[in-house]
């Protein structure tokens, strides 16, 4: 009983720290992005989402250890082995270290090609230092991730969400005011890689303070052979699974930017930012789960395993109402009051773009259990098969429809590959059941939340948006009805009791 209560105060604390740094960041992005575009303009901050997607490629040199080493750490801390942990920490450590001087050869070798994937009308000066900036930023985080992937194993990320807040608030604070009165991007990117170093410096000092034993990882503090084979044969898998992910989510910048150009990514990443600042509600809430999920599996039957995900996936279809929903109804007014009429797309990529956000919304208990399963190492390939068709699609439909084109694809792949075959796994695996139920749910709310869009958007026709108010108060009336829509739909799942009590639960211990 203990260890549940233990469980649920966790995941309580991980989530409203997360709700916190997000509510933090979401406003400050916004500031941030206007005095950016305001500033230095679309090309900018296009170049901004290309340095970005670059160094996510050169981040797969990682190998997938990020996600390998919390999974290592789960039995260790668990039997509260010290020396085994302060081992890994050992292990760890000088495997990232390897990892940044790969990292830092790779991002130098990418140089020479910086020409060919930025696309602007104009040269940008200084093009190659603000790259090797941005290269540094990434290399810095891994100096340190190997300490910090320890709270995260053992629940408590909150206190490093806590120490990321801080950060992101002073670094915003600071760039906003360096580009409002210096217009320098050069300066930008400084402070951000200065803000990085820190962040992680504190972070890393918290988990020693946390974790006083994993001091004495030192040299004479050894992985057995057959354990770091083990780590490495999980690796494999996880490097594909990563590999694919990463193909997925960070090409479509790089193709925009060389079939288009760079301007539109950057008026694409603006539509990215709301989207992706709007799943984070619902990945803060499970992502908080993992380590408590990867404990029901370890520990439970195959029915609560399966009562859990059901539970979640009641939730996701609920937040995929409500977030779908509202970004296909409200983007492009959003963009309008926000920046301006010549930001916006037009509605063809808005659906696009809709469409993989539902995706997104709809899949993460798919992609938590995945993670806490260790079910990558058996969808590695197929994941893979679905990141060559994005790439291939993109291609083609990017030369005929544009950024539409280009979006689709990402959501085309997703549907032929890993969509169908990962819940078909899941269940025969670890719920002793068939996945028929799973697909009718799925194309259930598939179906309300096409009619919710079409009906509110032939309501909403007349309805014109003429400045914050307005935008505000169509807003609040969106959400009120999605959410009510949605809520009365899946209120009498067994899944959305399960919630209910787990909302009691996290609101009696918070209260504490």
């Known amino acids: 009983m203990k260890i549940n209560e233990g469980r649920v105060k966790q995941s309580a604390k991980n989530m409203i720290s ?113 790259y090797l900036f941005s290269l540094a930023n990434i290399v810095i985080s891994y100096l340190f991730v190997y300490k910090t992937t320890l709270m995260t194993a053992d629940q408590k990320d909150y206190k490093i969400v806590n120490i990321r807040m801080w950060a992101t608030l002073t670094k915003t604070i600071l760039q906003i005011l360096a580009l409002y009165l210096t217009a320098n991007y050069m300066l930008y990117i400084i402070i951000g890689v200065l803000a990085q170093f820190l962040t992680n410096a504190i972070a890393s000092w918290q988990t020693q303070k946390e974790y006083p034993y994993i001091r004495n990882a030192n040299t004479q ?22 590999l694919s992910g990463t193909l997925f989510s960070a090409t479509d910048n790089l193709l925009i930017s060389m079939l288009i150009g760079t301007a539109a990514v950057g008026l694409y990443s603006n539509y990215l930012m709301l989207s992706n600042k709007l799943l984070l509600i619902e990945q803060i809430i499970f992502s908080s789960l993992v380590a408590s999920i990867g404990n029901v599996i370890a520990r439970d039957s195959p029915e609560k395993r399966l009562q859990i995900f059901q539970a979640m996936q009641s939730a996701s279809f609920i937040f995929c109402g409500i977030i779908t929903a509202g970004f296909g109804l409200l983007a492009n007014d959003v963009i309008t009051v926000w920046l301006g009429k010549e930001y916006t797309f037009s509605m063809l990529t808005v659906i696009a773009v809709t469409v993989n956000t539902y995706f997104s919304c709809a899949l993460q208990p798919l992609w938590i259990y995945r993670d806490a399963t260790g079910l990558y190492m058996k969808t590695k390939y197929m994941m893979l098969a679905g990141a060559i068709v994005n790439i291939v699609l993109s ?50 709310n598939i179906g309300l939340l096409a009619c919710v869009i079409a009906v509110l958007s032939y309501v909403f026709s007349g309805w014109v948006v003429t400045g914050w108010m307005t935008l505000i108060l169509k807003v609040v009336v969106t959400a009120a009805v999605c959410s009510s829509i949605f809520v009365l739909a899946y209120c009498r799942t067994e899944g959305f009791q399960v919630i209910m009590n787990k909302v009691r639960q996290i609101c009696g211990h918070t209260g504490r």
């Open 395 to 444: 291609v083609i439909l990017g030369r005929f429809m544009g950024i539409a084109g280009i979006i689709f694809a990402s959501a085309i792949a997703r549907l032929s590959t890993y969509f169908w075959y990962e819940p078909k796994l899941l269940f025969h695996e670890y719920f002793n059941s068939r996945a028929t139920g799973y697909y009718i749910s799925i194309l259930k």
């Open 18 to 130: 997360g709700f916190l740094y997000q509510t933090v960041t979401l406003i400050l992005s916004f500031i941030s992005r206007t005095v950016f575009i305001n500033t230095l303009g679309t090309e900018y901050l296009g170049l901004n989402g290309i340095f970005t997607d670059v160094l996510s490629l050169l981040s797969m040199a990682d190998l997938g250890f990020g996600t390998a080493m919390a999974y290592s750490f789960y039995k260790p801390l668990a039997e509260h082995d010290e020396d085994r942990i302060a081992a890994l920490i050992h292990f760890y450590k000088k495997v990232y270290h390897i990892i940044a001087v790969t990292v830092t050869v790779l991002g130098l070798l990418c140089v020479p090609f910086l020409k060919y994937i930025v696309n602007t009308q104009e040269e940008i000066p200084n093009l190659t230092w603000y």
């Open 221 to 242: 503090t050894r992985v057995e052979k057959e354990v770091e084979q083990g780590i490495f044969n999980n690796m494999k898998s996880v490097f594909i699974y990563k």
